[in-house]
């Protein structure tokens, strides 16, 4: 059995960072386990790529939800990467931090605890890690290992639809990361602008420690289970390209797996609720309710409509546009390939203007759906996705089985509470605003999805039931919260309770979801974690 100081779980954004600082700062010998490859096609490397693995499960595991009721017996598909650097080697490149009302519910989440979780706080872990590309102090850094830009080319249609948001009273905002997303404008991304590739956290964190021999990284490590001596966590059993292992934590083992395999974990280990552990007849190490409850995610419904040209990407990715697109990338970094495709979004509220973000939308220049879904063929088009935020209902990870190799259940209470389908039909309605009006009305041909002759309440609430589908952000189901909260899984320094020497640092321990997309903000609680396990050492040397 071999031995460590740190077992980090999850190769992914969190634990990648997590690794770096450890061994970088304390010189501590770190295991990084990852379940997925460390190999990746080079495609993901350039900012289009990513649209060629939406739907494979080369990098990603496809997760399918329970069948929910509310959505007359949908069962979404969420994918969730399978790769070492995690989302970060396969999303959309999104650098987002959300509102700073998001941080003040953490805090109220953990009040009294002593550990501040405010947007200021979490501010220059942000900035320490970024190197943007024109945007400098108070809010961002420059210098740091994550390379954060605008895209390298932007399409006629997402510059139309800037300023259309803006006819209808939705401001321009510059930079969605300082605090108060609100407004429209051109999102930054986790790429590089000096090569125009993709920055991933292995990119950014584990690649300038390859030759560490502090630093242990194992790809294709599936973790089967937590070891313990009473109540203090002290390593992992895991499968290694089939070959069952065992290694020891002297200090901590970190859980870093994501928000649906952190709780399975847990729960396989018996820690989590008592009732869950017993129905699969897994002993009790520690009760603790709060353990997969929680989840949250955000949840989009599209608007579509044709272009009367090309003013987009279809088409874009096939024949001689393809090849004319791939040279011009490589020889000169520019192009269609140094965009993701999708360039501009807005932050508004659709049923209270002027009041916090409950709604964020997507222009995607192209038409982004299947034609079994629309009833029609692909083309030249526009796609408006109205993202719900800040749902009300939660869901919840459970277990399908105590194999580990089996996936939890899911079940994800999509418009579980009537308030988010009442948003996000406020969402669809101002889409169709958008495409009405001027400037981008001129471009936009005629509403196909779900058509024009759909107006009715009713019609339209099955129009979102039917195409709803996830915003790939799963969080909250080991949340953090105070002593007297039965479901908080997490202390506010992110140690799991009743258990010595085993945190959290991924997405789930969040107490509501972040108002964005969510990478950056896990990156940021990595960042701040070690901090946290440093304070914690130093107050029991």
Known sequence: MNNYDYIIVGGGSAGCIVAARLVREQ????????????????????PAGYMKFLASDAYLTMYQTEPQPQLEGRGVIVPQAKVLGGGSTVNAMVYMRGHQQDYADWNHAVAGSG????????????????????LGAPFHGVGGPMKVSHLGHLSPLSRAWVKTMQGL??????????????????????????????????????????????????????VTGLLFEGDRATGVAYQHNGVSKR????????????????????????????EELAAHGIPLRHALPGVGKNLQDHYEVPVVATTNGAFGYYGQDKGWPMIKAGLQYL???????????????????????????????????????????????????????????RPKATGRVTLRSRDPAALPRVDTQIFGHPDDLATTLGGLR??????????????????????????????????????????????????????????????????????????????????????????????????????LMTASQEATA
């Open 27 to 46: 010189r501590a010998r770190v295991l990084l386990l990852e379940a997925g490859s460390g190999r990746y096609d080079p495609v993901l490397k350039m």
């Open 115 to 134: 550990t501040d979780w405010s947007f200021s706080t979490l501010l220059p872990h942000f900035t320490a890690m970024e190197d943007n590309d024109h």
């Open 169 to 222: 009273g939705i401001p321009y905002t510059p930079d969605f990361n300082s605090g108060d997303p609100s407004g429209v404008g051109f999102m930054q991304h986790t790429i590089d602008w000096q090569t125009r590739k993709r920055c991933s956290v292995v990119d950014a964190f584990i690649a300038p420690l390859r030759d560490d021999a502090n630093l242990t990284v194992e790809t294709d490590a599936s």
């Open 247 to 274: 290694a020891q934590a002297g200090r901590e083992v970190i859980l870093a797996a994501g928000a649906y395999q952190t709780p399975k974990l847990l729960m396989l280990s018996g820690i989590g609720p008592a």
């Open 331 to 389: 020889l000169f970094k520019s192009g269609p390939v140094t965009t993701t495709g999708v360039e501009t979004c807005a932050f508004f509220d659709p049923l209270k203007p002027g009041g916090t973000p409950t709604i964020q939308m997507f222009c995607v220049p192209t038409i982004y759906l299947d034609r079994d879904v629309m009833g029609s063929e692909p083309g030249h088009g526009v796609t408006i996705n109205s993202l719900l935020l």
């Open 430 to 531: 101002f889409a169709r605003r958008v495409i009405a009006a001027g400037p981008i009305a001129d471009m936009v041909e005629k509403e196909i999805f779900p058509g024009a002759e759909i107006v009715s309440e009713a019609a339209l609430a099955a129009h979102c039931k039917r195409m709803v589908k996830t915003g790939y952000h799963p969080v909250g189901t080991c949340r953090m919260g105070r002593d007297d909260d039965p479901l908080a899984v997490l202390h506010a320094d992110l140690r799991v309770r009743g258990v010595k020497n085993l945190r959290v640092v991924d997405a789930s321990m969040m107490p509501n979801i972040i108002s964005g997309n969510t990478n950056a903000i896990v990156m940021a609680v990595a960042h701040r974690a070690v901090d």
